[in-house]
């Protein structure tokens, strides 16, 4: 399908999605949806919090919600009278059950955005909520910088871009919004199918046409260790491994996925002294982090390690608890009613039995993202 073609299909889904996530949130709708669903809880998966960016692409614009909006999912857990409880909770309640059999929230963040200590944490902290971050020591150190942020800048700055693929070198018009808007969906679909040293290579070489100094760029976007002692240091706050470089593990070999995997644990837990007990896969979906990696985290000892695979959680997750399931909050679905559906987790059961394929044309989940 031609990236034309690819666009329409996703806007179509997307307003699908909109709409079915209104229906469902109208109160009545979800009352009774409440009364039947039998799930214990959820583990919610945010990236990044900021206010509205007039000038932004969409290429990343599911990863990123507004304070409000994370204002909203703390009312909404709070009016549908869920426990938000930290990922060591989690582990505990899969394993033994919850009291008085209430569900449970737990609040997670990737990659550990600079946004997160800025606008996020003002407002878990006034909501009382615990939180988790998930943190890549290479973003932090300033070393690697997430490339799906460069595509958006990059494209942003310039007029052309060239890019080298298999098929030869491509030439991408970036001189206007619309154009830019494209041509970053495409970078981002030419770098998602790359090697990992290959979306180096190209991740710099756009760096470079664009005029981008990375290492600002990355400090930037990131929190740095100064920055992840602060926030660590809040009530509620846990620290979590997000690996060393967040490349796809399943695409490394055994050797290297488990330096990943325990370096970054290593790293955190030496420059911040705290015990670093949870992990999430970078990306985290099928064919990237599998039945080898979860094996790996839990030989590592993590007590936990969350995939970016959508569902909800029931009582059995506590056989499999380095491989979880979460509920991405995505910044394509922030109005209030779209929040309330999602929080009382009608769309993934929705997901999960197939319903939605008569109602919704494809998939009920949002489109992919790659900053997981
Ligand atoms: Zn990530």
Request: hydrophobic residues 40%; contains cysteine.
């Amino acid at each position: 399908m031609s990236y034309v073609l690819r666009r329409s299909a996703d806007n179509a889904r997307m307003a699908a999605i909109g709409l079915g996530l209104r229906i469902l949130g109208l109160p009545a709708v979800r009352r009774r949806a409440l009364e039947s669903l039998d799930h214990c809880g959820m583990i919610l998966m945010f990236h990044h919090v900021g206010p509205p960016r007039p000038d932004r692409l969409p290429v990343n614009q599911g990863l990123e919600v507004t304070p409000e909006t994370l204002d909203r999912v703390l009312c909404s857990l709070k009016a549908q009278d869920y426990d938000i409880v930290p990922m060591d909770e989690v582990a505990e309640r899969l394993a033994h059950g919850t009291p008085g059999k209430k569900r449970f929230a737990a609040l997670t963040f990737d990659d550990g955005g600079r946004d997160n200590l800025l606008h996020a944490a003002p407002v878990l902290v006034r909501h009382g909520a615990p939180f988790t971050i998930y943190v890549t020591t290479g973003f932090t150190s300033g070393l690697v910088t997430p490339w799906w942020h460069v595509i958006e800048r990059a494209t942003l700055a310039a007029t052309s871009l060239s890019i080298e693929t298999d098929a030869g070198t491509w030439i991408l018009d970036t001189s206007n919004k619309r154009k830019k808007g494209q041509s970053a969906e495409t970078l981002r679909h030419i770098l998602w199918h790359s090697s990992e040293e290959s979306r180096e290579q190209k991740t710099i070489a756009l760096a470079r046409q664009a005029g981008l100094d990375l290492r600002a760029l990355t400090h930037e976007l990131c929190m740095d260790w100064t920055e992840l002692r602060e926030i660590a240091g809040l009530p509620g706050c846990t620290i979590g491994a997000h690996t060393r470089s967040h490349p796809k593990l399943a695409h490394l070999d055994e050797a290297a996925a488990r330096r990943e995997i325990s370096e970054g644990r290593d790293i955190l837990r030496d420059r911040l002294g705290l015990k670093i007990e949870h992990f999430s896969y970078p990306y985290g979906g099928a064919g990237t982090c599998d039945e080898r990696e979860f094996a790996m985290t839990r030989a590592e000892g993590f007590a936990t390690a969350v995939t970016t695979r959508k569902n909800l959680l029931n009582p059995t997750d506590g056989n499999g608890l380095t491989n979880l399931p979460r509920v991405p909050i995505n910044g394509h679905f922030q109005q209030p009613a779209m929040i309330d559906a999602l929080i009382c987790g009608l769309p993934m059961i929705l997901t999960q039995m197939n319903i939605h394929r008569k109602h919704l044309p494809r998939k009920v989940e949002p489109i992919s993202v790659p900053g997981s």
